[in-house]
């Protein structure tokens, strides 16, 4: 006995193989990782798979997957057809699945980069980085670097190679690559990836912090009237504005709502929203820095997946799958190692791209199983016992996952994958990514048919380490895809695993094996070949705990689950278990029953008290029959429980997220619930029935410890419990039950009654009382609504209103007690007695035997009139209604006279209805009468109808009943029966009248036979049928005989005609006489023919026997045999036509000659024709002749085979060949032209042809030997030859002579100036050595060879003349000559190499040079004319700087540089430098100052953003970092050239002039006086030197043109500090602010003069601020004294100074400043007046005050005073200053009445009031919410939009 597989229980070597090899060691090849377990379950263990599985779970799980090899018997058939199948497949890139960047997006990364550049660096990023001639992605750079750890671990562990793959796939990596790849990224990214992992960290810190931490860091939160405030860890206090109606800016991509803005994340390029609790994974917080939504962060140009590809046969997916095994393994056999290590390498992306297919997730629901099913046809190759068996059996996958005892027997979905099998068809390397299961079910693997499948597998206990290794081995995958583990892209080296102590273990599948994984189980692997396996998933009972870990891994990462866990636990628990289902059951069920109490108690007590439960289940004994709504926050399936509110509809969220719904008050909430929490405890103790007692005990202890602690909250101060609320609800609702029934009372109490539903037994009492409202409820409602139903009809009788149903009130009033007080169901109880009494006369009337209609019709009366309906008033209503109907129908009968109108069945009908009815009525006697006549006709008929009728015995009975009304069937198919005879006779009749004088006696035969037929088929005996009979035949026989005399017949069926015709006696008849004359001449003729054919006469004989047989009409049997006989002859002569008349015209036209075979058959056939032929012997002749040329033909072909054996020796023989050939080219021709003559065609003219072009070919051949033939010739020669016979290729002269052709066109090759490169100087020896070997000597060539090689070692001999010379003896030209003669003159060597090497590098460095330098087109050297050019200029530059030193001023002009002692000349009053008159011009702006541009650009406040570029147009202004880059590429060269020279000068130079610009830079930026002549005149030197010198670099050019933009600013600032008009603070804050963008230190005079102006001037406008709004608290005299302290300031604020001056006018009778109460302004005299002063509430369309109106008088009543109190309120806008009376009168076309205050529901025009100028209302909105950036965040709350009071 196996017990737990003791017997090879688990072998830790994999065990198989096949014929190609096996991994060595069972250690999983290569990779040395260790075996999983492989179990062999004998045959008992086999029946149960869950069982068997359960067994070795102990063992196998710590491995997280195993190998179970069946018994021997079980071989299932694989039913698929493998013909038919066709699948469709993915595309795997296998190069990419570890070895690939993320998908990042380069315009996101740019965005995110230059910010950084901006904001820490002071600088803007290049818009271009070279690397190897292509754009850089800097993107992938930092990613691929990032991969590998950063850049301090590539550079430690040097991966720069494998950062280089990542970047350029596919390119070639060198040291230099890897070099300039490191300092590329050292350059631009290695302060970036700093400030990124600083970044990181910050996060990380952010994430960490606890729960309650968080909350001591949130705001606290102060209720006051109407506004809400919170105060920040300061302990200040922030506005928090809640806005009651607002529009939504900003709608989350997860959720597609716009509310809880407050936590509203937004990209930082794109702007869509996420709340940051519905992201995936979800966040906590807002995190630090910019954030980019994963759109943005992944390209779809880089993103990776298997793309669907085309659909395949298995066939043409074989030829595939051969082709990828052959490119990489050729076709030697492979080991599984060689195929693990090779793939694993593939992976890594060291072997190259590699592109498969693989047919992966095949629904079989739509492509079919491989396993049996009964769905499916079977196959007639398999047994029906073999099919059944194989259907049924439960390792099946189709079976498994619904066997007894699995989890998912209760899916009702088919869901593919889980439900229903997936099957796959692979090929070499195609992969199955690391993952687990969804929901962590268990998966088992089949492996049909095909090459192993290699699987890696790491245990569910280190699923925590083998993600944490995953992220950190591909950390850039993970941080733009955090689901990637979900995707199944992606694959990791196990070695990496086993390095960081994560365990793995290998399994080898082969055919027939089953391969096991377990819950949570990552795995993965791949194809070794050809294969097809099928998967399924399964779940038994100790799957439970991994489902619920895998439900919550969905709910985190936001996940639509495959299925509802928590359903499937419910109805589980609801079906049969055993013990091992409940232990494992019960543990999940009390996790969600205390999970769901949790959550359901906490939204009780914040104040969700309103709930309902859900729609019930239509099938509630199976998973998903119906779709549960989801979570729009998590993706969960709410089954359980949800939370809705009316403002969303359709919209749900999990009790978790219940707070993130909407912003409604909690009290707008609702939860719904499918189950109660006593219905859970429910199924917890329905599933301890089944535990042992002990496990039952503890489970019970632990739910009563839960039901310890009281539920409590807070009620208006006070704590209440759950329960007491309860017990108070109770006693509430029995008091109502005892009142009269109250609709409002009743409502209140269900609705009251919702927050104690949902909760555990305790509120079982709740739960019964609220029945019983709502029963009562509906009782009273029914109650009212009947009474009121039957009063309405009462007093209407309305036909159209529908009465109530007496069995309705019966319902409702015969209750033993009534389920509330409703005094309304008394008074419906006395239309129930009267309804009663009614019913009780109805069923007495119609119980009686005998009643009068009358009687009926009056008691029907009263039944119309009751309000109530009553079922016995149908009974009454159809008795009444049958007894008028059965009185018209007799009536109707009787008075019908016309024959056969009355239907025998509508007679007897109303007899039965006579019967039923039970009356007494006249019509009963005339129907009886009516009757009896009916029964006596039917007797007469039947007696008729038995025996053979007669036809006079009918006429007479059809005479006497011919007027009967009534319709009687067997009298009316005796009337049939006699018309139908009475017609038959006519026609016979008509037809035998003259029927042997017709012509057409085809007609007589067809109309005599279909009357036959018709007689036969009469019910009456008639006497004429023989008479028929006996006409029919004669007409037969006369149709045959007119069918001889139209046609020719056999003289056979001939004379059997006559002996017919005689026996019915018609044979005197004519037309049987004329066949009689026909068959007499037949006769004759027969005799004649028989004698022809017996003497092989001549062929006139013949024809002359057939013409008379033409007019015979009748055929004898000799006629085929003489037609056969001429036809023959006939046929041979036309086959011998062409032989006996080849010398005529005719035939000399013809392409084509006679063969002789076909001859031969002729004369042959000629011998047996019946017909004498002189054309025979004329044959024969002709084949004699032919058979003579044969013979000569076949003597010229041995001539010329043994001229083409001849072997050739010297020059000799080659001389006597020649003749010979040509005189038996002769002969063969001639031969040739015979044959031709003879017009036959010979097997022997093809030979002939052949030999002669043969030897023509070898005339030609031997003559390039005296001669000197062309390359072509050659060629075409050697082509001729290929094309010749194959029995004349292999003979001697053939041989020879193409081996000479072939020695003729190599020597052509090499002598080729064009392909002389591809020869060495071996090869050029060897070719003269093969000329020695030869049997043809070429003399001419030989001698062209031999100069060749002279001429390449005199070449070799030069070059090493010119390496051995210095390196400065070496000149560009002779270096250039050398290569010219080494291209013409030789042949392939290192030194041509060389030389062309070195020449290309000093041209490519020269092009360099030209590209970066740009010189100007010149005739000559363009390139060393601008290098001379860059050096005068450099050294000008370098001369300004040395005389600045010295302060010495030059002798030469700054514009030329050209002396100016003898020129007139122009003198810089400031700097002093000196310019010809001439260039004044374009130097001088202004002639009379006497300033040079230099200065005059320098002392200018208005810099362009260009800097000084704009001095000098058309000059180059070159980096020097490019000329220090071209001059350290010049140190490659082997030869100094001019170029080289002059630009080392150059850089030398160059440098020199940065230093002192540098120096000059740096003292500008550091000067801080107030003096500015000093940086002009250093500024003026530096500009002079830079515009003169056209080189520079990026760093120095960068803080040259920052030290122009702060003088600049310096001018400026003292422009606006010493000019005459005051500046405004704007100007000044600008002005500030510009100069911090410069970074302008905060010693600085300027700075600190404008910075004590900005904060006086502040200071002032913020007083003036306040009090022009504080509605006239402070005195005119200070407001005065305010204006005039504004006006003196050295800054301009005209704007306060104006709201001063407005706040000072005075309005209303009560003359005070505008304030905020409401105004409104007389349409005459434009005064303004306060509503409360002139008493009135709301604004009137025209307004007269009382001064220019006395009269006029408003009444002010308590309600207009309320408005104006409502209109007052906090809630209204800021009412703004009106305008003065003068203002007002402009605009006195406008309507003048309007309310300053901005009320929204008004429709009244309202005229608002500015103190800016204008009269409309500033109409602003409510304050918005916004999402924010959070940037603009990072100071506020997560949860409140806040501004600062002040």
Known sequence: MMGRGRTRKVEKGVLGGNLNGGLSGGCGGSLSVPSGPVFYPTEEEFKDPLEFIYKIRPEAEP????????????????????????????????????????????????????????????????????????????????????????????????????????????????????????????????????????????????????????????????????????????????????????????????CSSGLHGEVMLLCDRCNKGWHIYCLSPPLKRIPPGNWYCLECLNSEKDSFGFVPGKQFTLEAFRRVADRVKKKWFGSAPTSWVQLEKKFWEIVEGSAGEVEVMYGSDLDTSVYGSGFPRQIDQRSESIEPDVWNEYCASPWNLNNLPRLQGSMLRTVHQNIAGVMVPWLYVGMPFSSFCWHFEDHCFYSMNYHHWGEPKCWYSVPGNEADAFEKVMRNSLPDLFETQPDLLFQLVTMLNPKVLQEKGVPVYSIIQEPGNFVITFPRSYHGGFNLGLNCAEAVNFAPADWLPHGGFGAELYRNYHKVPVLSHEELLCVVAKSELDSRTSTYLNKELLRIYSNEKTWRERLWKNGIIRSSPMTPRVKPDYVGTEEDPTCVICQQLLYLSAVSCNCRPSTYVCLEHWE???????????????????????????????????????????????????????????????????????????????????????????EEAEQFLWAGSEMDLVREIENNLIQAKNWAKAVKDCFSKVKSWSNSRNCKTERVQMDRINELLNL??????????????????????????????????????????????????????????????????????????????????????????????????????????????????LIRQVKSCRSRCNEILKDPICLKEVKLLLNEWEAFTVNIPELKLLKKYYGDTISWISRVDLILMNVHEREDQENVVDELTSIKSDGLLLQIQVDELPRVELELDKAQCRVKAYTVLRSQMSMDFVQQLILEAAKLQIEKEKVFADISQRHVAAVDWEDKAKQVLATSACLSSFEDILRASEHIGIIPPSLLDVKLAVSTAKDWLIKAEPFLFQDSAIMSTSNSCLQVDVLKELVLESKDLKVHLEECSLLENILKKGMEWEQDASCLLQNAEQLRNINIIGEGSTSCLVPNLERQVLLIEAAMEAGISLGL??????????????????????????????????????????????????????????????????????????????????????????????????????????????????????????????????????????????????????????????????????????????????????????????????????????????????????????????????????????????????????????????????????????????????????????????????????????????????????????????????????????????????????????????????????????????????????????????????????????????????????????????????????????????????????????????????????????????????????????????????????????????????????????????????????????????????????????????????????????????????????????????????????????????????????????????
């Open 63 to 254: 491995y997280g997957i195993c190998r179970i090899v069946p018994p021997a018997s079980w071989k299932p058939p694989f039913v698929l057809d493998m013909d038919s199948f066709r699948f469709p497949t993915k595309s795997q890139a296998i190069h990419q699945l570890q070895a690939r960047c993320a998908p990042c997006d380069p315009k996101t990364f740019r965005l995110e980069y230059n910010l950084f550049l901006e904001d820490h660096c002071g600088k803007k990023a290049k818009k271009r980085v070279v690397f190897e001639g292509e754009d850089l992605d800097l993107c992938k750079l930092f990613n691929a670097v990032k991969r590998f750890g950063g850049y301090d671990n590539v550079v430690k562990e040097k991966k720069w190679a494998e950062v280089f793959r990542f970047v350029r796939p596919g390119g070639k990596i060198s040291e230099c690559s890897k070099h300039v790849l490191s300092q590329l990224y050292r350059e631009h990214l290695f302060d970036y990836e700093e400030y990124y992992c600083r970044l990181n960290k910050v996060k990380k810190k952010s994430c960490k912090r606890s729960v309650t931490s968080s909350k001591k860091c949130e705001p606290e939160v102060e209720v006051s009237s109407g506004k809400r405030r919170r105060k920040n860890k300061e302990g200040e206090r922030i506005e928090v504005l809640k806005v009651e109606k607002q529009e939504l800016d900003q709608i989350c991509e997860q």
């Open 660 to 750: 993130n719904l909407c912003e409604c008050k909690r009290n707008k909430l609702r939860l719904l619930y499918r189950h109660s929490l006593a219905e859970l405890s429910g199924l917890l103790v329905s599933v301890h029935k089944y535990n042992a007692v002990e496990a039952a005990g503890e489970s019970r202890k632990d739910m009563c410890s839960e039901k310890v602690v009281a539920l409590a909250k807070k009620v208006k101060g006070h704590h209440v419990t759950h329960l007491q609320l309860a017990e108070e609800w109770i006693l509430k609702s029995c008091k109502i039950l005892e009142l009269p029934y109250s609709k409002h009372a009743y409502a209140s109490a269900i």
């Open 816 to 929: 033993k007690t009534a389920p509330c007080n409703e005094p309304s169901h008394l008074q419906l109880k006395e239309y129930q007695e009267d309804a009663n009494i009614l019913i009780q006369e109805i069923n007495t009337s119609l119980s009686s035997s005998e009643y009068s209609v009358s009687d009926l019709e009056i008691l029907y009366s009263k039944v119309v009139d009751l309000p109530i309906y009553i079922k016995e008033s149908e009974k009454l209503k159809l008795k009444l209604s049958a007894v008028k109907v059965w009185v018209d129908d007799v009536r109707n009968c009787i008075s019908l006279k016309a024959p056969s109108l009355v239907e025998e069945d509508m007679l007897y009908k109303l007899e039965l209805e006579m019967l039923d009815l039970h009356i007494q009525l006249p019509e009963v006697d005339l129907l009886a009468n």
């Open 1241 to 1846: 065609e010979f097997n022997m003219t093809l030979k002939l042809q052949d030999a002669c072009s043969m030897l023509k070919w070898c005339i030609k051949a031997l003559s390039f030997s005296t001669s000197i033939p062309s390359h072509e010739e050659v060629e075409m020669m050697l082509d001729a030859s290929s094309n010749l016979p194959v029995v004349f290729i292999s003979c001697a002269l053939s041989t020879a002579l193409t081996d000479g052709l072939s020695w003729l066109k190599k020597s052509f090759e090499v002598l080729d100036p064009n392909s002389r490169r591809q020869f060495e100087i071996s090869n050029v020896e060897e070719l003269l050595a093969l000329s020695k070997r030869l049997c043809i000597s070429f003399p001419t060539f030989i001698g062209r060879l031999q100069n060749a090689i002279e001429n390449h070692n005199l070449w070799i001999d030069q070059v090493h003349l010119f390496y051995g010379l210095s390196c400065e003896d070496r000149s560009w030209n002779m270096l250039l000559q050398l290569k010219e003669d080494g291209i013409s003159n030789a042949f392939s060597c290192g030194e041509l190499e060389k030389v062309l090497y070195e020449a290309e590098k000093v041209e490519k460095w020269n092009q360099r040079c030209a590209d970066i330098i740009k010189p100007l087109p010149a005739e000559e050297n363009p390139l060393l004319r601008a290098l001379i050019d860059l050096k005068n200029s450099i050294e000008r530059s370098f001369e300004v700087y040395s005389n600045s030193k010295l302060g010495e001023s030059t002798n030469l002009c700054m514009c030329c540089f050209s002396s100016i002692d003898d020129c007139a000349r122009l003198t810089c009053s400031i700097c002093k430098d000196s310019f010809h008159l001439q260039c004044a011009e374009r130097s001088l702006e202004d002639t009379v100052l006497s300033f040079c541009r230099y200065c005059n650009f320098i002392n200018s406040s208005k810099l362009p953003r260009s800097g000084s570029g704009f001095l000098r147009t058309g000059r180059k202004h070159l980096t020097l970092d490019k000329l220090t880059f071209l001059l350290s590429e010049s140190s490659d060269l082997f030869l100094w050239t001019d170029e080289r020279r002059i630009l080392s000068q150059i850089v030398e130079k160059a440098l020199a002039c940065n230093a002192s610009l540098t120096k000059l830079v740096n003292f500008s930026l550091a000067y801080v006086s107030q003096d500015l002549n000093v940086v002009s005149q250093k500024m003026c030197i530096a500009l002079k030197a830079m515009d003169v010198g056209r080189i520079g670099d990026d760093e120095g050019n960068r803080l040259f043109e920052l030290a122009l933009g702060r003088h600049s600013w310096k001018i400026k600032a003292k422009k606006l500090l010493g000019s005459g008009e005051k500046p405004t603070l704007q100007q000044i804050q600008h002005h500030l602010k510009e100069g911090l963008a410069m970074n302008t230190p905060p010693e600085d005079y300027f700075a600190q003069k404008l910075t004590v102006l900005r904060n006086t001037g502040l200071q002032w406008a913020d007083t003036a601020k306040k009090v022009s709004g504080d509605g006239g608290v402070l005195g005119l005299d200070r407001v005065f004294e305010l204006i005039s302290e504004g006006e003196s300031l050295p800054v301009s604020c005209a704007k306060e100074i104006k709201l001063l001056r407005d706040r000072s006018m005075l309005y209303c009778i009560c003359r005070r400043p505008y304030d905020q109460k409401a105004m409104i302004a007389c349409d005459k005299c434009d005064e303004w007046y306060h509503f409360d002063c002139i008493k009135i509430s709301s604004a009137p369309k025209v307004y007269i005050c009382p001064a220019c109106n006395p009269g006029f008088e408003e009444n002010t009543s308590a309600p207009a005073r309320a408005t104006h109190e409502r209109f007052s309120g906090n809630k209204l806008e800021e009412p703004q200053t009106p305008l003065r009376r003068s203002e007002l009168r402009r605009n006195s076309q406008k309507p003048k009445s309007s309310i300053l205050a901005g009320v929204n529901d008004m429709n009244d025009c309202l005229r608002n009031i500015s103190s800016t100028g204008s009269l409309l209302w500033r109409n602003k909105k409510p304050f918005r919410r916004a999402a924010r950036k959070r940037s603009q965040l990072d100071c506020l709350s997560p949860f409140y939009y806040v501004r600062d009071k002040s």
